[in-house]
């Protein structure tokens, strides 16, 4: 994979290593924000198991996920996380041929402790060991839920941590055409989510508000970065924020879900417009969207609505791998141990690791 | 019987391998902040230096603190993991009684810097029963200001002391100041050496005392400071 290239590690594995007409089975793991997961991928895209346990109700009352809390949690779930994934697979560690653990970006306290599991299990075992990118996995989560999807692709990926445009030739490798120059889009939810006191995670609260409100109420200013295919949210952050003081300032009432739908409405027509100017520049059999704000309906229902003149159709995961988990982590890793792009044991992890 | 000591918990990373009583090797690297980068290559680099293979490993000892929480959670996870593929038994030790073991004398008082003049500590006794080479811990691990520490002690004032770890020199002149009798050690005494984790990690083994892996967690000492903050503003729960 282009963008992760650890270089092949020099180690006599306890196996010779497989090639693509044989049975690859890969356990991984993933604690990079607030979900702990493990899960068993045959040949990359089957997923024998996928066990996720979230711990967004313990960070709920603190307004956004506090770090110490997750890594204690991550290590007590650790072990269990991992046995489920076994069992529902009904696989032991002596078949796995790899193990993998994103390395970033998130959670520096986090990504650690399934890091650290990864790299234990490799030396434990002798197989190799693979250090993902958190985002790739997000896109790859496509290619499990929609295995026929016609290449070449453009795919928008948006959470939290990221907001990436990109072209994939095919599995093998990617050009970014765009990125957040500050703020990335599941940000701008949390932040305005938490201004506006709607709660956490903020893509969810926002949207459900945005439901009950008329999103051409108030208009906000979408950033304009001429030619380029980057995004910029902080603009809109400031403009939302600056309404809302101006509005208490002249004793107004604010309708709250309004300002929700208009405010997303405005995220939405960012990312659209771009996506589509893409697609538009390059011949693309099909389009994709992924990450965590890829679950937002309004988003998916505008981008499938100006997809339709290009005649393409919109993927997006469905809703139990939009969110984080460790199948993604092992589909990615599969195209990895194929390449065999394996990571030493002093792989460190990287918190603001990019595509 | 075969046992790796596993130590992240401060800026010294130790690894031993110790087989039945008979120490085959130890590494006390003063790394700071690279325990995720060096630690699983060097146990990797030690297995096979000594020739031995994670396979070979009959338990497992593992500091579990007071220490830096992520180095901690790498030492722990890491023993974790190799206790549930091999299924063997782990026992997570303190860090202050690793130090504490590996000092002489009757009554000592290991240390770790907690920072703004606090330190953690315990207090030990040896036992001087042959059958039961275990530390009594008379006061359990906890921070305090390093001006507390004569007043925590001071029903010990008639015997000397062994200060051990961290902050020594200053503890000891304030100890000394109220008259406390104290000894103090030579710098390769003066650490959490992981030969000493991995003796105890054995005796606690062999004595049945091993930890449950699933229930195996640092010694944290200190909720997050999230909830802290939290339970000031809104009172606990």
Not at chain 1, 65 to 91: C, M, N, T, W
Request: charged share 25%; net charge negative.
């Amino acid at each position: 994979m282009a963008a992760n290239n650890m270089g092949v590690e020099k180690v006599n594995y306890k196996n010779k290593l497989k090639d693509k007409d044989e049975d690859i089975y890969i356990l991984a793991l993933e604690s990079s924000c607030d979900e702990t997961a493990a899960s068993v991928n045959k040949n990359g895209l089957e997923i024998l198991s996928n066990v996720v346990s979230s711990q967004v109700d313990l960070h709920k009352k603190f307004g956004g996920v506090v770090p110490e809390i997750a890594s204690r949690k991550h290590l007590e779930l650790l072990l269990p996380v991992i046995d489920q994934a076994l069992a529902e697979a009904g696989i032991e560690f002596k078949d796995l041929d790899a193990v993998a653990s994103t390395y970033g970006p998130g959670l520096v306290g986090g990504l650690l402790v399934t890091l650290t599991a990864a790299k234990t299990v490799s030396l434990a075992l002798n197989i190799p060991l693979i250090g993902v990118n958190h985002i790739a996995g997000h896109i790859y989560a496509n290619f499990i839920a929609n295995p026929e999807i016609e290449k070449p692709l453009i795919c928008l990926t948006i959470s939290g941590g990221h907001t990436d445009l990109l072209y994939f030739e095919d599995l093998r490798g990617y050009q970014i055409l765009g990125r957040t120059i500050d703020d990335a889009a599941g940000e701008a939810f949390d932040k305005i989510s938490r201004f506006l006191g709607l709660g956490y995670p903020g893509g969810p609260a926002i949207e459900k508000a945005a439901l009950s409100g008329n999103k051409t109420a108030i208009y906000f200013p979408r950033a304009d970065l001429g030619d380029s295919y980057d995004f910029s949210f902080s603009g809109l952050k400031t403009a939302v924020m600056n309404y809302v003081n101006n509005e208490e300032q002249r004793g107004n009432e604010i309708d709250q879900n309004d300002l929700a739908a208009s405010f997303q409405e405005a995220v939405v027509d960012s990312l659209a417009s771009n996506l589509i100017k893409a697609v538009q520049e390059y011949k693309v059999e099909s389009v994709v969207i992924s990450g965590g704000v890829a679950a937002n309906q309004r988003l998916r229902e505008v981008i499938a609505e100006r997809l339709k003149e290009h005649n393409l159709e919109l993927y997006y995961p469905p809703l139990e791998l939009c969110t984080d988990n460790a199948a993604m982590i092992g589909a990615v890793a599969y195209y990895q141990y194929l390449e065999r792009d394996f990571a030493p044991l002093s792989l460190s992890a990287e918190p603001s690791l990019k595509l | 019987m075969l046992i790796l000591g596993i130590d992240t918990s401060t800026d010294i990373l130790g690894l031993a391998l110790m087989d039945s009583g008979q120490l085959k090797g130890e590494y006390n690297l003063s790394l700071k902040r690279q325990h995720s980068e060096k630690l699983l290559p060097l146990i990797e680099e030690i297995f096979e230096l000594l020739g031995v293979e994670a396979g070979d490993l009959d338990g497992i000892a593992v500091a579990v603190g007071p220490g830096s929480f992520t180095g901690l959670r790498i030492g722990i996870t890491t023993a974790k993991v190799l206790g549930r593929i091999f299924s063997i038994p782990v026992k997570g030790i303190s860090t202050l009684e690793i130090m504490a073991a590996g000092a002489e004398g009757e009554y000592i008082l290991p240390l770790l810097d907690a920072r703004r003049k606090r330190v953690y500590y315990s207090f030990y006794q040896r036992n001087g029963n042959k059958d039961n080479n275990f530390l009594k811990e008379v006061k359990k691990a906890a921070s305090a200001g390093i001006s507390e520490l004569p007043q925590i002690l001071n029903e010990y004032q008639n015997q000397e002391i062994s200060i051990i770890g961290e902050k020594t020199a200053e503890v000891r002149e304030l100890l000394v100041e109220n008259n406390f009798k104290t000894r103090i050690f030579e710098a390769e005494k003066n650490l959490p050496r992981a030969a000493v984790l991995a003796r105890l990690g054995g005796d606690y083994i062999c004595s049945g005392q091993a930890d449950d892996i699933y229930q195996l967690k640092p010694a944290y000492l200190k909720i997050p400071q999230a909830e802290i903050n939290w339970q000031q503003k809104y009172g606990s729960k």
